[in-house]
């Protein structure tokens, strides 16, 4: 089905790219750490954490020209990062500063389906996606180098940035 690739803009600020039914992502490379003290994790099915081993800290150029490209995949599992046919290349600006967010306490609620709700502590080294800066931080912080970035299907990534923050003159 023909389709346009559209920017579109968040209610909690940022901005996707989408092309028809599909949202396009950033594909970050992963680094693993196996959790081994979670009690659903198990031999055969074991729980990782994914950190950022690459850069991922980008805000998306709305107004440059955006290139969408089809190509055949050859492989027998074309819904990886590496394989996937589909892929739109951006424009984007590193920001400098925008970085994970950290704490060593985080609280959580496990007995979601019973009242009243029990909040648990956590102790550890908790990184998370920090908030969308807002357009003067973008602006200050954002390298003078604008660079060309790949944005494949958001469903072949396993790390990835959807929601960019907006970079615009």
Not at 69 to 88: H, L, M, N, Q, V
Not at 111 to 122: A, D, F, M
Request: aromatic share 12%; net charge negative; hydrophobic share 35%.
């Amino acid at each position: 089905l023909p389709s346009e690739i559209k920017v579109c803009d968040h209610s909690g600020g940022g901005t996707y790219v989408q092309k028809g039914a599909i949202l396009y992502s950033l594909p970050v490379e992963a680094e693993e750490h196996l959790i081994t003290n979670e009690k659903k994790t198990t031999e055969d099915f074991p729980a990782f954490d994914l950190y950022p081993a690459g850069d991922w800290n980008y805000a998306l150029c709305p107004d440059e020209e955006m290139i969408f490209e089809d190509k055949a995949s050859g492989t027998d599992s074309p819904w990886t990062e590496t394989d996937c046919p589909f892929s739109i290349t951006v424009s984007a600006k590193k920001i400098k500063g925008w970085e994970l967010e950290r704490t060593n306490t985080v609280y959580f609620v496990d007995n979601l389906y019973e009242v009243p709700w029990k909040r648990k502590y956590l102790k550890g080294d908790f990184a998370f996606t920090p908030r969308i800066p807002d357009e003067k931080y973008i602006l200050d912080n954002a390298s003078e180098e604008t660079e060309r970035i790949k944005l494949v299907p958001m469903g072949a990534t396993r790390l990835r940035l959807t929601l960019f923050p907006k970079y615009s003159k």
